[in-house]
């Protein structure tokens, strides 16, 4: 299984864009990378999904580097409630299994 | 987007009960459900996956006589616990998938209290 490593925490400005990163150097090359986040006490998010292109959709961009070995969630102009943990999940066969995430707050 | 549902939101029930929680998707069919639990200030752990008619697939570590999963239907998978102690007090979640697409939709939670 693909292991992931994101930093525990961010701070951002609101209106800011917010960059998260994901280091994930063991992926294979069949496996989807998916970003969700959690609200607290709350069910995770569906944000976006990729495997070797850039993506974005209306929530937000994911980059990925080229060898694959890590991606950028970027949420363009982040606002309050966009606090939330936020993690970078390879999708290793039928399963998702969820790392540590990073905590972004979006400070005012 | 598609939507999960989960009942009871929240429950506190005595130690040695039994508790079972809902998990229905609402607007579409599951081919696949999944079943995590977390604790106050840690990531999701993936319990189980379960398949419409068939034995759920527990994780390693999982206990599958004390959580037993239910998946009578395309749109409904329950979750009971059985004989619960106040370490199975978390945070349960559901997800569901949708067909041939890999995205999972989860619910919303069931905060379970063990007195």
């Known amino acids: 299984d693909a292991k992931t490593t994101q930093p525990p925490s961010m701070d951002c400005a609101e209106g800011r864009a917010a960059n998260l990163p994901c280091n994930h150097s063991?992926?294979?090359?069949?496996?989807?990378v998916y970003w969700y986040r959690q609200i607290h006490s709350q069910g995770p998010q569906y944000i976006i999904h990729g495997l070797k292109n850039n993506e974005t959709n209306e929530m937000a961009s994911l980059i990925i580097t080229e060898d694959r070995k890590s991606s950028t969630l970027i949420l363009p102009h982040a606002t309050l409630r966009d606090t939330a943990v936020y993690y970078c999940?390879?999708?290793?066969?039928?399963?998702?299994?969820f790392g540590t995430g990073t905590s972004l707050t979006v400070i005012p | 987007g598609a939507v999960v549902s989960q009942h009871p939101s929240w429950v506190i029930c005595k130690s040695g009960t039994s508790v079972k929680i809902e998990c229905r998707s609402l607007d579409f069919q599951a081919t696949t459900m999944f079943w995590y639990r977390q604790f106050p200030k840690q990531s999701l752990m993936l319990m189980a996956t379960?398949?419409?008619?068939?034995?759920?697939?527990?994780e390693q570590g999982v206990e599958k006589d004390k959580f037993l999963i239910n998946h009578a239907s395309l749109t409904l998978s329950t979750l009971t616990v059985t004989s619960a102690h106040p370490e199975d007090s978390s945070f349960y979640i559901c997800?569901?998938?949708?067909?041939?697409?890999?995205?999972?939709?989860f619910g919303p939670g069931t905060r379970l209290t063990v007195t």
């Open positions: 999940i390879p999708l290793t066969g039928n399963q998702f299994y």
């Open positions: 997800s569901a998938r949708l067909g041939g697409i890999y995205e999972q939709y």
């Open positions: 379960s398949n419409e008619g068939s034995k759920a697939t527990y």
């Open positions: 063991t992926i294979s090359g069949n496996e989807y």
